[in-house]
């Protein structure tokens, strides 16, 4: 949220920019951008916006569903693309506006990581004010796979029999609040929280 604070003042002197956390807020407009939103969005409320544009962070069509950019961390992915696309009846079936990619070295923290793809994200709803009223959409092609999972607090749990090496991409990707690391051993149950020191 600060960083979309922040971005919504950068954009106050050309553009009206609102922030609403539930659809049922949503009165019109000329773009609506769907950052990290849980809810489907329906198609009354999309047509009430010129564009209604997703953020997701895939290089779709590949990764659609939930936290594609978490499931490609733990499958050793260190290219993330955050892909900006039009909202339809499909889940993150919709035509393309804008792609943007961004490195990952190996040692990011979730903190870290989400600043990266923060920043990738607004810097793509910049770009496509810019462009709203010339661009093409691209439609996706090729077989989109599987959809991802919503990961659960049972995805943080880490296994005793393998080393902290092992599963250091588990430990950077988990959210230390909400679904923090675990592992069960010897009837009891241990959180572990990871941070990086100085």
Request: hydrophobic share 40%.
């Amino acid at each position: 949220m600060p960083a979309l604070q922040a971005w919504q003042r950068e954009q106050a002197n050309q553009h009206i920019v609102q922030l609403m956390h539930d659809q049922k807020e949503l009165r019109g407009g000329d773009i609506l951008f769907l950052v990290s939103c849980s809810q489907v969005i329906s198609r009354e409320t999309r047509n009430k916006f010129s564009a209604c544009l997703v953020l997701h962070a895939s290089d779709l069509p590949q990764g659609r569903g939930w936290s594609p950019h978490v499931w490609a961390i733990l499958n050793g992915g260190t290219e993330i693309t955050v892909t900006l696309l039009e909202a339809v009846d499909s889940v993150d079936g919709g035509p393309v506006w804008l792609k943007e990619r961004f490195d990952l070295e190996g040692h990011e923290l979730l903190p870290e990581i989400n600043e990266k793809l923060f920043r990738c994200e607004l810097s793509l709803m910049s770009r496509a004010i810019e462009i709203f009223e010339t661009i093409v959409p691209v439609p996706q092609l090729g077989d989109p796979g599987p959809y991802l999972r919503r990961r659960s607090p049972q995805d943080s749990r880490l296994d005793v029999a393998k080393t902290l090496a092992e599963q250091f991409d588990l430990l950077r990707v988990v959210d230390s609040n909400r679904f923090p690391a675990f592992f069960e051993f010897r009837g009891h149950r241990y959180i572990v929280k990871i941070e990086k020191g100085t």
